[in-house]
């Protein structure tokens, strides 16, 4: 064997023939194995045809756009202190919120050159938010472990992010309390300013159902003493490892956070301006990055996120103003790569609520039906599919049309029908406008947050691993 036909791998002082993966094509227990799969394949013309059939004509706007529109986008990021201690982390998050006056972003396309100063102030009116955890191997303010590192730090961010420094109640961690009080499946608190932790995060103590407070003051576990935080009810911290990556943990509050963010700007407007709330809102609209749904075990604050907005939604009717306006942009994933093959079939500016008999069916490939429905424990939006009048495809989610989803039956009939979602053309205005060539399937708010919030994988993520490790040693 000549010097050119091997290799040292990277992860490894082991010398490998580069013809290896050869062998293992050819061997003939993997091609045994090969011929009994079954995988999902393009669709074929007649399958195009049939889904395309199911597209309409896409819904005219009934209402005022809004003027002003909020776009949410976070990234995450786990730097290394030290090449050769590569298992020695800390974690940052950061979330960017841009406020963006839609009549001024429209009035740039009547004009025959974009002037790049405008283009600037447009975009002034954004803020991000960036929060540092410890990771692996590393402890934060006399703690002994990662975990109750990661616990401490969350839970001061939340207390300490307020949109009035001076009130405590307008910290994110009391919007987190203002949802929680919309919780069900669990024991309820006896007020607005208490929530239930559903157990002690001591892994030596099985302490349930523990009253905390939107306080000040440090709290105990009545059994075990052990410290706890009302921010321990998203149990991220059951996600946190001593020992290895935590970027999973790290990913679960980037994704809970962005929709905190949301609630808690809809909740200062309403307590800010309790009676001139539905003014303020009817004139607002959130561009979310990602689908209406928040997963892993921090889940259960979608339920409560739909059902809050139930409750403001019938104040905003009952005044004769449209439902909140969310929308949450999916620029990858299953639905999008699926439709994307059909997008040579679908009809320009026509619109599909997807259901989850065809996503079952063709979407989710060779999945059977659950005794749910797609996305009951996280989602609290309903994806469409459209395809604009210039042939851009868009997926994206609304909020349900429903409070609960407590009728699984109900439920499941009453999402899929798309004349339950009034504002539907008020979204498809929005996208229209806003149809952005920066990233594919993005829009301009989305795509500016994201500007303003990823942390790049090179040269950004390296310009944090030497800062992390120039501030350590200071």
């Known amino acids: 064997m000549d010097k050119e036909s091997v290799i040292k791998m990277p992860f490894t002082s082991d010398l490998t023939d580069r013809t290896t993966h ?34 309409s004509g896409a819904p005219s706007c009934k209402h005022l756009l809004p003027n002003n529109i909020i776009a949410i986008d976070g990234g995450n990021y786990e730097a290394s202190i030290d090449e050769n201690l590569p298992f020695t982390r800390l974690g940052y998050v950061k979330v960017g919120n841009i406020l963006i006056k839609r009549n001024s972003f429209t009035e740039l396309g009547s004009e025959r ?56 109640k307008t910290s994110l961690r009391s919007t987190l309390f ?23 995060p001591n892994p030596e103590c099985n302490a349930e159902d523990i009253p905390v407070w939107d306080i000040a003051e440090s709290q105990q576990c009545p059994t075990c003493h052990h410290t706890i935080y009302p921010s321990d009810c998203l149990r991220i911290w059951e996600e946190v490892d001593d020992n ?53 075990n921090s889940a259960w604050v979608h339920a409560s996120i739909l059902k809050y907005l139930a409750e403001l939604n019938k104040t905003m009717r009952a005044h004769g103003k ?74 994206f989610n609304i909020p349900y049309p429903v409070a609960t989803k407590s009728s699984t039956t109900n439920f499941e009939l009453e999402k899929s029908k798309i004349e339950n979602y009034a504002n539907l053309g008020t979204y498809l205005s929005l996208l229209n406008d806003f149809e952005c060539d920066l990233y594919e399937s993005a829009v301009v708010p989305v795509a500016l947050a994201k500007r303003h919030t990823a942390i790049s ?3 950004g993520s390296k310009v944090l691993d030497l800062l992390t490790k120039a501030n350590l040693q200071k």
């Open 22 to 55: 050869v062998d293992i094509v050819n061997n003939p227990d993997i091609q045994h194995f090969l011929s009994n799969c079954k995988y999902m394949i393009e669709p074929t013309g007649e399958e195009a045809t049939q889904i395309a059939s199911l597209f």
């Open 113 to 168: 050159f974009i002037d790049p100063f405008k283009v600037a102030q447009i975009t002034k009116n954004n803020a991000a938010t960036v929060f540092a955890f410890p990771s692996s191997n590393m402890v934060y303010k006399g703690q002994t472990t990662v975990r109750d590192s990661f616990r401490l730090a969350m839970d001061g961010y939340l207390y300490k992010y307020r949109t009035n420094p001076a009130d405590s």
């Open 178 to 200: 203002k949802l929680a009080s919309y919780r069900s499946n669990i024991k309820q608190a006896s007020a607005a300013a208490e929530l239930i932790l559903h157990k002690c």
């Open 244 to 296: 290895s990556s935590n970027q999973t943990a790290l990913t679960r509050f980037t994704n809970v956070v962005e929709h905190l963010f949301a609630m808690h700007y809809i909740r200062m407007v309403v307590e800010n301006s309790p009676n001139s709330f539905v003014d303020t809102l009817s004139n607002l609209c959130f561009f979310m990055d990602g689908p209406l749904a928040i997963f892993g």
């Open 322 to 395: 449209s439902d909140i306006l969310i929308l949450g942009l999916c620029k990858s994933g299953a639905v999008y790569d699926y439709f994307k093959l059909i997008d040579t079939d679908l009809s320009e500016n026509s619109i599909y609520c997807l259901t989850d008999k065809i996503r079952e069916r063709y979407v989710n490939f060779n999945r059977t039906s659950s005794e749910t429905t797609f996305g009951n424990e996280t989602y609290y939006g309903q994806d469409f599919i459209y395809k604009t009048a210039s042939g851009r495809l868009f997926v």
């Open 457 to 459: 994988l090179n040269p």
